[in-house]
Nanobody
Framework: QVQLVESGGGLVQAGGSLRLSCAAS????????MGWFRQAPGKEREFVAV????????SYTDSVKGRFTISRDNAKNMVYLQMNSLKPEDTAVYYC?????????????????WGQGTQVTVYS
């Protein structure tokens, strides 16, 4: 099993940038597929980005492609989400998630462990 703790959320102007971090503990971090999801007010949980064990494969939802970048540092047990050119539509609680698998997925049901979430608010 693994414990996940997100940080780095906050209030940011539209067009600005924010970097989210996810610290993992409890298991061999490098063996996990890692993803980011978000949930906006009144909306269902939404896939944002995912990366495999060695970062050879990454995938993003269309609305953030070209603006967000997922990365990981297995030596530090950390996953990051760099968010640039932020829009008010990006406002949501962002969750880090983990799955012990060889294959990436966009489906929340396929992720086994979740962080507590960190709030990102983008204002005009």
């Amino acid at each position: 099993q693994v414990q996940l703790v997100e940080s780095g959320g906050g209030l940011v102007q539209a067009g600005g940038s924010l970097r989210l971090s996810c610290a993992a503990s409890g298991s061999t971090f490098s063996s996990y597929v890692m993803g980011w999801f978000r949930q906006a007010p009144g909306k269902e949980r939404e896939f944002v980005a995912v990366t495999n064990r060695n970062s050879a494969s990454t995938s993003y939802t269309d609305s953030v492609k070209g603006r967000f970048t997922i990365s990981r540092d297995n030596a530090k047990n950390m996953v990051y989400l760099q968010m640039n050119s932020l829009k008010p539509e990006d406002t949501a609680v962002y969750y880090c998630a983990a799955r012990q698998s060889y294959f990436t997925t966009r489906l929340p049901v396929n992720f086994d462990y979740w962080g507590q979430g960190t709030q990102v608010t983008v204002y005009s």
